[in-house]
């Protein structure tokens, strides 16, 4: 049987993967939440408009970018710096 849960926990888990800073799974697991259970809230608010998902998938995505862009410039500045030596 589902467990009813508040409006406010709803708008905070949302609110949270707007952000983008956590995923879906590690949201749902720190509110006690079924995964499938966020993605039905997400597909909802996406049906009506929000486009929450893409809005999460763009962040996580940037993210995702810049580490393999800072990583780069790492490598790039090691092997600089060993070919003067």
Not at 30 to 43: A, E, I, R
Not at 56 to 70: E, H, P, T, V, Y
Request: hydrophobic share 35%.
């Amino acid at each position: 049987m589902p467990i009813a849960v508040s409006k406010d926990i709803k708008d905070q888990v949302l609110s949270r993967v707007r952000e983008g800073k956590d995923t879906v799974v590690e949201i749902a697991r720190q509110h006690g939440l079924k995964v499938n259970t966020v993605y039905g809230w997400l597909s909802r608010s996406v049906a009506s408009g929000s486009p929450l998902l893409e809005t999460a998938r763009l962040k996580k995505q940037n993210r995702s970018l810049k580490q393999i862009i800072g990583n780069l410039m790492l490598e790039m500045e090691t092997g600089k710096k060993n070919r003067h030596d």
